[in-house]
Each structure stands twice: as structure tokens, then as C-alpha cells.
């Protein structure tokens, strides 16, 4: 800047009497310039190497067979055991001796190494462990509540279910049985899971894996801070659940939600209860104004999932961040294929560390909902994309719940009765500014 050259050329005649005296040479045996080489190298090995892997998970995830899942298991054991290896490595630096506070913080990054601390053998073992709890979850299969015959997935057919049935047998059954094919078949290799994690964790130096998953935070306090503000939330989310179960109350009868106790988790029109809006038509305070859902009028123009993600990315661009690079569209699953293939359905963002491939899964369905977490899983691309050309250990989230924040916040205006008015989804006639139509 002209800054900068201003001061080099006033300041010129000082600097060189100044520099004569020191030496200039770097000392390669110091401790200082051997951490730094050791943490620059280390990051472009990691790098290189969560390229390969980061591949192989998608292959497997987006195509589960027995032959992906084995490129994808040893991938991460090839991963995880170079991780090991660097983490040790790391682990030998005094950090007192060094002064470099990036330096410092990447060792700090590195010498915990999480499940990698298993030796070899009870890490492959770890790995595979993970690798069929998805493969059971992502796989499992319902029979259909009226013929027992037709076998329903949890995408699209069961979430469909637990959204516009409202019939409360039939809503149990698909609720419970999805737990039976899934949860039930998971949970042996649960047990072994934990008793692994805690291993690694004590390997470590960390009580128990509780301690070691709260780590990344870098807060003494996390748990104080977490149960602070749950207790700040608490007397908001006590009226919300009141006001649920009176509604809820109204329209299926006492025999089936009772006055006091937990709400029943299959009425609330999401396999995991996570979020009620799908029931919006029970719980809608305001019956004589409109709703707010567009779902329907999305269906009636001809939307489509694709559509969903281009309009997801004129929003971003129109805040001034990052269109979606080409092979994003190329290279991202955005509606679930149409080729019989098993895959993990879940909605997940992916940074493939090579600079160039960003990618999305998702079995999209065209509804409102989808519509906001489309725009919540480009919140993620975007923060990948602002990031992309940070050092490997800095390309990630502040903190592992920084990352959900950041794509919460991003698509928080999505969800709007003002911008589905912009994207023609809510017609003029609607006042936006109403408080009652709002709430509805």
C-alpha cells in the first residue's frame, strides 16, 4: 500500500543502520524453526491425504455396497493411523520453547488425536464399528402400516408419513418400527462404540470420551454454559410445549395426549421430533388468517429440487458472497437417484480440501422445509468457500458447533413470509406486516 511504501522509504536509512548488527541467518537447529517446517509439512501431508479420503466417504455414502464401504474404511484407517503418527510427533515439541502462536495453537490442534490413539487393530475395528452403524441406520426398511407388504424407506416414504398422516396408529407404528429396524439393530454395537471411545479418550489423557467430545470448544465451562442458556430457553420452551399439547390435546382426544408428561414424540410430524413445523396445520393459532406455508404453491409452480438450490444461490450471491462453483452443480446429489441405489439420505455439505470440489447430499423433497435446509446446507458450502484458502487445520469451524451456527444464521431470513413473497410464493393479497399471520 502507499502507506507501507511511505514509511519503507523514510524510514530506509534507519532500517538499514538498525539491521547491520543482527544476525540475519536463520538457526535451523532451533526449536522455533523446527516446529514450524514440522507444522507446515504436517498440514499439506493431512491435506493431500483427507483428499483421498474425503472421496472415498462419498463414494460409499453416496453408493453403499460392500465394495465402497471397504475403499472407504481403509481410506480413513490410512488417515487416521498418518494422523496418529503426526500427533505423536507433535506431541514431542515443548511448546514453552516456542514463541510462534499460530505454531503453538496447531500443535495444541494436533497432539490430541482423538479415536487414532486406538491401537491399529482396535482403530480398524473402530472404523468398521462406525461404518455399519450408518450402514444399518442409512439401510433400514419399514413394511407399509396397511398391507405389511411394501417395504418403505426412511427417504422419502417414512418422513412423508410422519408429516401429513394424522393418524395417530398409524403414526406409532411407523415411529416404532423404524426404531426397531434401526436403533435396535444398532444398539450392541453402540455399547462396544462407547466403551471404544472411552478407551481413546483415556488414551488421550481425558476422563472419558464426554470430556474429549467438548475438548474442540476450548472451554473449562462448556457444560455450565450449556446449561445456562438451556435454562434461559427453558421457561419459553415450557409455554411452546403447553400450547402444543393443548393443541394436540384438541384434535386427537385425552386417550391419546394426556394432560401432563412428555408429548407423544410421533405426533409432532418429524421422525425426531426436531421440528414441529409439518403439524402447523393443527397447531395454526390464528384459523381466519393465512398460513405461512408455501409447500403447496412450490408444487403448483412446477419446483423441483434443483430449482430449490439455484434460488438458495441467488440468495447468497444477493448478500455479495460466492456463487456455487460449476462443479458443485456437477459433482453434488440433490434429489435422491432414481437408480434403486442405497445411500445415507441425511442432508450433508462436503469439503473435498482440494480447493475446487464442494458438494451436497440430499434427497430433496420439493416442500418447505427441504427449502430451508437446502439453504442451511449452502450456508455450510459458503463458509467452506470463504475458508478454502486457509491452512488445513484452520479450514474448519471455529468450533464443531460454530460451522451449524454459521449456516443457521445465513438461511435464517429464508423462512420468511417477506422473501417467499419475493419469490412469488405468497401471493400480494397477503400482509405480511399482520402480527397474527406472522405467528401463524
Request: net charge negative.
Amino acid at each position: 500500500t502507499k502507506m507501507q511504501w511511505w514509511l519503507a522509504a523514510g524510514l530506509g536509512p534507519l532500517l538499514v543502520l538498525a539491521q547491520e548488527p543482527v544476525q540475519t541467518a536463520l538457526d535451523y537447529n532451533s526449536v522455533e524453526y523446527k516446529a514450524k517446517k514440522f507444522v507446515d509439512d504436517a498440514e499439506e501431508t493431512l491435506r493431500i491425504q483427507a483428499i483421498s479420503s474425503t472421496f472415498a466417504s462419498w463414494g460409499y455414502e453416496s453408493n453403499i455396497t460392500d465394495a465402497t464401504q471397504k475403499v472407504s474404511e481403509a481410506s480413513q484407517t490410512q488417515f487416521e493411523l498418518l494422523n496418529k503418527k503426526l500427533g505423536k510427533e507433535a506431541q514431542m515439541f515443548d511448546i514453552t520453547q516456542i514463541e510462534d502462536h499460530e505454531v503453538i495453537r496447531k500443535l495444541k490442534l494436533m497432539k490430541n488425536i482423538g479415536t487414532a490413539a486406538l491401537p491399529e487393530k482396535k482403530l480398524k475395528e473402530f472404523i468398521s464399528l462406525t461404518s455399519n452403524m450408518g450402514k444399518k441406520y442409512s439401510t433400514a426398511k419399514v413394511f407399509d402400516f396397511e398391507t405389511r407388504k411394501k417395504k418403505f424407506s426412511l427417504e422419502p416414504e417414512l418422513t412423508e408419513m410422519l408429516a401429513k398422516s394424522r393418524n395417530a396408529e398409524e403414526l406409532k407404528y411407523y415411529w416404532e418400527q423404524w426404531r426397531e429396524s434401526s436403533g435396535k439393530q444398532i444398539k450392541p454395537m453402540y455399547h462396544k462404540y462407547v466403551d471404544m471411545y472411552n478407551e481413546a479418550a483415556t488414551l488421550n489423557g481425558f476422563k472419558d470420551a464426554s470430556i474429549m467430545k467438548v475438548d474442540p470448544y476450548e472451554s473449562d465451562t462448556f457444560q455450565e454454559e450449556m446449561e445456562e442458556t438451556w435454562l434461559g430457553l427453558k421457561p419459553l420452551y415450557e409455554q411452546l410445549h403447553a400450547y402444543v399439547r393443548s393443541k394436540l390435546h384438541g384434535f386427537y382426544g385425552e386417550d391419546i395426549v394426556k394432560n401432563s408428561g412428555p408429548l407423544p414424540a410421533h405426533l409432532l410430524g418429524n421422525m425426531w421430533a426436531q421440528s414441529w413445523s409439518n403439524i402447523a396445520d393443527i397447531l395454526k393459532p390464528y384459523p381466519n388468517k393465512p398460513s405461512i406455508n408455501v409447500t403447496g404453491e412450490m408444487i403448483k409452480q412446477g419446483w423441483t429440487p434443483t430449482k430449490m438450490f439455484q434460488k438458495a444461490d441467488d440468495f447468497f450471491q444477493s448478500m455479495g458472497l460466492d456463487k456455487m462453483p460449476d462443479k458443485f452443480w456437477s459433482g453434488s446429489i440433490l434429489e435422491k437417484p432414481a437408480d434403486g441405489r442405497e445411500l445415507t439420505c441425511h442432508a450433508s455439505a462436503w469439503d473435498f480440501y482440494n480447493g475446487e470440489d464442494f458438494r451436497i447430499k440430499q434427497c430433496t423433497r420439493v416442500n418447505q422445509e427441504d427449502f430451508v435446509t437446502v439453504n442451511h446446507e449452502m450456508g455450510h458450502i459458503q463458509y467452506y468457500l470463504q475458508y478454502k484458502n486457509q491452512s488445513y487445520f484452520y479450514r474448519t469451524g471455529a468450533n464443531p458447533g460454530f460451522h451449524e451456527g454459521v449456516a443457521d444464521i445465513l438461511s435464517l431470513a429464508v423462512g420468511t413470509a417477506t422473501y417467499f413473497q419475493r419469490l412469488g410464493l405468497l401471493g400480494e393479497e397477503v400482509d405480511v406486516s399482520d402480527e397474527q399471520t406472522n405467528i401463524n
